[in-house]
């Protein structure tokens, strides 16, 4: 399961890639007004520019694109697109980026609902080692925070064996300011990229609150930071 999105065909692979292009076709021609958008996560933080059809050979679609954008549709090798004239979002493969010209060619295009916009709260991946335990009655998931949001976070760690999903207990996080102890429920235990992950909500008071908002806000001030070096 990607947590990002998840496909949602409308009349069928085929039938909607076909669909897909000849709206590009038509924003490229100008019969469309241009209000194609591109839409990326660096480190779970949007990037979301405009984009510009260039030209269209077959399946491939040449894009004019921001350049902070281009850094990150390199990366991940995916973008979404995003038109009032689809009807719904569409996610497309990036098989060719020049970073320095602001070029893209994205391919393989289908219908997808982008899961990530509907979350409640910002959410930041953690790059530095903090330690953050799960417990709850005979139940201790120690590991290192994977991502952190106001309402939740992702402990990575070895968990062999996953305890029932919604145990209540609480979350111990050694983010600047604490430690802090904040009541939690284990939402579930996933397996991605070969380690084990106890997604949790929290419920942090207004003092722990506060302490995870900075927390937070450095990290997007240190993403964006290091999403503009990649650059120059």
């Known amino acids: 399961m990607n947590d990002f999105y998840h496909l949602a065909p409308i009349a069928g692979p085929q039938e909607d890639s076909r669909q897909i292009l000849e709206i590009l076709a038509a924003i490229g021609k100008g019969t469309l007004a241009n209000d194609l958008r591109l839409l990326n996560y660096y480190q779970s933080i949007p990037v979301n520019y405009g984009a510009k059809v260039e030209t269209i ?7 004019s694109v921001n350049q902070q954008q281009a850094v990150v549709m390199h990366i991940e090798k995916q973008t979404f697109l995003k038109s009032s004239h689809f009807p ?12 320095d010209k602001c070029v893209a060619i994205v391919t393989k295009f289908a219908y997808a609902v982008v ?7 910002v959410r ?3 790059k530095e080692r903090v330690e953050g335990t799960f417990s709850a009655p005979e139940v201790t998931l120690a590991g290192t925070l994977n991502d952190i949001s106001i309402g939740g976070v992702a402990i990575a760690g070895d968990i062999p064996n996953p305890p029932e999903n919604g145990l209540e207990g609480s979350v111990r ?17 996933i397996q991605t990229g070969g380690r084990s992950l106890a997604i949790c909500e929290t419920r942090p008071d207004p003092r722990t609150e506060k302490a995870i908002s900075q927390y937070i806000f ?3 001030v240190e993403i964006i930071r290091e999403l503009k070096d990649s650059i120059f």
Do not use: H, K, T, W
Request: no cysteine; aromatic share 6%; proline share 6%.
């Open 57 to 63: 050979e077959r399946d491939a679609v040449e894009l």
């Open 88 to 99: 719904q979002d569409v996610l497309a493969a990036v098989s060719y980026v020049n970073v």
């Open 115 to 121: 899961r990530a916009e509907r979350r409640q709260f």
């Open 124 to 126: 930041v991946e953690v």
């Open 173 to 189: 996080l050694a983010i600047p300011g604490g430690p802090f102890e904040i009541p939690a429920r284990l939402l579930r235990v």
């Open 218 to 220: 450095q990290r997007q």
